[in-house]
């Protein structure tokens, strides 16, 4: 019998699933001003990201009614970001959307 509540942690998060889901992590972070602590936590914690995965997925029932994505997000997230090459791809996406929010606004101070 199958739940449809059910996460499978097993099925690989499709490519186009996690730039999607990066991607918005990125956009959020940027729009609150959040880069540089997002940027400075994401190398410090680098070298537990795994193990920072397995508790996420251990609290994930609970921490998925804490956010407003889900839990189905959430636990998207906390197995996409288990995996250290994901960590260096959402700091570039981090820089990309800094770049993008502040190129706009420079080319109108030259106006």
Do not use: C
Not at 15 to 30: F, H, I, P, T, Y
Not at 79 to 93: P, S, T, Y
Request: no cysteine; glycine share 6%.
């Amino acid at each position: 019998m199958a739940f449809p509540f059910v996460f499978d942690w097993d099925a690989p998060v499709p490519d186009d699933e996690r730039d999607r889901l990066l991607g918005k992590m990125a956009d959020q972070l940027v729009r609150r001003g959040l880069t540089m602590p997002a940027i400075w936590m994401l190398e410090v914690h680098r070298p537990i990201m795994p193990l920072a995965g397995q508790a996420g997925i251990v609290f994930s029932p609970f921490l998925g009614t804490l956010f407003a994505g889900g839990a189905f997000d959430l636990q998207k997230y906390i197995k996409i970001m288990q995996r250290r090459e994901n960590v260096d791809r959402l700091i570039a996406l981090i820089d990309r959307a800094e770049e993008d929010a502040h190129s706009p606004s420079e080319s109108k101070k030259r106006d």
